[in-house]
């Protein structure tokens, strides 16, 4: 049996760039790796063939999630796959926009990759990530990123983190994705079309199945951030929305939702420290889960 970790992330702003014609939408964020919540995944091989999951969580669709997802997109890749049994235990909330299924995804294609005859290369490991969700090739590198495109384009961020404080605040609301996106198109129609005024790099090169480029080309501004989903999420769920008021009113210096929600985070400067413990002991009520984290130096 294999045990392995799988971490989350947050998203610092999330901007809507446009909508290709099969529908995907194209996405400007900032990803940045959290290890503080976990998902835990146990591997046992079964001798026969194909994927079987079990969840600790209710609601998980044992025979369509991201973890079967991610086994059919390898075997799709290389050929085959030895049959294998999933034991997922969930840390990281269903439907928080932190990422945790494709956290899963991720860290299977990583073991799968490992445990092949014929390893694929990192641009074939990439395409099979990519085929599971845009979120999944991220959790490949697990490095601070700007993610653009359709989540093919990872720029690591040269960013000096270090110091600020993370307040995350997951109040245990479940918001589907699809009818987060779906609920944009229908308010903002032609909107993410128009929105396209971000270059995906000034000089792109191929590498490892991405487009990378030099942190130089990236500015970010962390105190400048804003989620695009927040428009559409926060009408429907006004709670959400109070999250982040409080955030600001407590004294972060920047706040929003990360991804499509639920969970809204806050950013805190080294000067207000203080006042980031005094938010989550304010923060904790209502059965919200509530972090602290210190963010680190990114530079490479």
């Given amino acids: 049996m294999t045990r392995l970790t799988a971490g989350c992330k947050v998203n610092l702003g999330l901007h809507v760039t446009g909508v290709r014609a099969d529908g995907y939408h194209e996405l400007d964020s900032l990803f940045y ?6 998902d835990h995944l146990e591997i046992s091989e079964t001798g026969g063939q194909g994927i079987v999951v079990r969840c600790d969580e209710p609601g998980l669709d044992p025979e369509r999630n991201t973890l079967t997802k991610a086994y059919a997109a390898f075997v799709k890749a290389v050929g085959s796959a030895p049959g294998i049994a ?8 269903l439907g928080a926009g ?39 090739p991220f959790f490949l590198y ?29 109040p ?42 030099g942190a130089g080309d990236s500015v970010w501004s962390v105190w400048d951030i804003r989620n695009d989903l927040e428009a ?34 806050g950013l805190f400067s080294r000067a207000a420290a203080a006042r980031a413990e005094d938010a989550v002991a304010a923060l904790r009520k209502d059965k919200r889960h509530v972090y602290l984290l210190s963010l680190g130096n990114t530079g490479m």
Avoid at 33 to 38: F, H
Avoid at 86 to 93: A, F, H, Q
Avoid at 194 to 211: H, I, W
């Fill in 172 to 213: 245990g609301i479940h918001v589907d994705t699809a009818w987060a996106f779906a609920r944009y198109d229908a308010l903002f129609p032609g909107k993410g079309q128009a929105a396209r005024q971000n270059d995906l790099t000034k000089s792109p090169c191929k590498a490892n199945g991405f487009f990378l480029s």
């Fill in 98 to 136: 932190l990422g945790g299924g494709s956290s899963d995804a991720a860290s299977l294609l990583l073991w799968l990759s490992r445990r092949a005859v014929r390893p694929p290369d990192a641009s074939c490991l990439a395409r099979a990530a990519l085929a599971v969700g845009a979120d999944t």
């Fill in 33 to 38: 790796p959290l290890p503080t919540l976990c």
């Fill in 86 to 93: 999933v034991e997922l235990r969930k840390g990281i909330p």
């Fill in 142 to 170: 697990n490095q601070p990123c700007r993610v653009q495109g359709i989540g093919e384009v990872l720029i690591p961020m040269d960013y000096d983190f270090s110091g600020l404080s993370l307040v995350l605040v997951c």
């Fill in 232 to 265: 559409v999420v926060f009408p429907q769920y006004p709670q959400l929305a109070a999250i982040k008021a409080d955030l600001l009113r407590l004294g972060a210096g920047a706040a929003c939702m990360s991804g499509s929600g639920s969970s809204v985070l």
